[in-house]
């Protein structure tokens, strides 16, 4: 089965899976544009996402205490993996009905958040490592509707950063989207 949920995160899931694969060891300790996140430390946090996020789908708690080590052997592969498993558990449709147990939030939100997650941190880890990334312009339109209704909320808790105010000529909706959460779409790894 297929959800809009999984379908989205199918279309989203590659270019990040290709970043991810593309990083070189020299590299984990380079800045990214979540500022308090090195490239290693966004690496964990992307693989607790796409991990936690399953067990999300399956309206099971989680403890996102846990901070994984993602740097074992092989963890490129493991991350297209736990990616997979994200992606199915989000195709059954019962993962989008309710309210999640664990998080408080609509389902078909919650869904949505593993989907954001996945998109901007696959750009802050593609712009911190000098990787191209282009972003599914289906899934970017989805995005947008979801990072303003979560803006206010996820600033207040320090999850997105201040929105950065882009140029009035900029009409790409993936930079709008990037400056909804708080990242300045021309960021450099010199702007520490």
């Known amino acids: 089965m297929a959800t809009k949920t999984s379908d989205l995160l199918t279309a989203a899931a590659p270019a990040t899976?290709?970043?991810?694969?593309?990083?070189s060891d020299d590299q984990l300790d380079l800045p990214?544009?979540?500022?308090?996140?090195?490239v290693h430390a966004l690496l964990d946090h992307l693989f607790q996402v796409v991990v936690n996020f399953q067990e999300l789908a399956a309206k099971r708690a989680v403890d996102w205490s846990v901070q994984p080590d993602s740097r074992t052997d092989g963890w490129r592969d493991r991350f297209a993996a736990e990616t997979d498993r994200?992606?199915?558990?989000?195709?059954?449709?019962?993962?989008?009905?309710?309210?999640?147990?664990?998080?408080?939030?609509?389902?078909?939100?919650?869904?949505?958040?593993?989907?954001?997650?996945?998109?901007?941190h696959g750009w802050d880890l593609a712009r911190a490592t000098g990787q191209?990334?282009?972003?599914?312009?289906?899934?970017?339109?989805?995005?947008?509707?979801?990072?303003?209704?979560?803006?206010?909320?996820?600033?207040?808790q320090?999850?997105?950063?201040?929105?950065?105010?882009?140029?009035?000529?900029?009409?790409?909706?993936?930079?709008?989207?990037?400056?909804?959460?708080?990242?300045?779409?021309?960021?450099?790894?010199?702007?520490?």
């Open 86 to 120: 994200v992606i199915r558990a989000w195709s059954e449709p019962s993962a989008l009905v309710g309210v999640s147990p664990g998080m408080g939030l609509p389902q078909q939100v919650v869904g949505g958040m593993v989907l954001l997650d996945l998109t901007v």
């Open 158 to 192: 320090g999850v997105f950063g201040a929105v950065v105010d882009l140029p009035t000529d900029s009409v790409d909706p993936f930079d709008r989207l990037l400056g909804a959460t708080g990242r300045d779409p021309a960021w450099t790894p010199d702007q520490r």
């Open 132 to 156: 191209p990334f282009r972003a599914d312009p289906t899934v970017v339109a989805d995005l947008l509707d979801l990072a303003a209704m979560l803006g206010p909320t996820a600033r207040q």
């Open 32 to 38: 990214t544009p979540c500022r308090e996140y090195a």
């Open 17 to 23: 899976v290709a970043v991810v694969r593309g990083i």
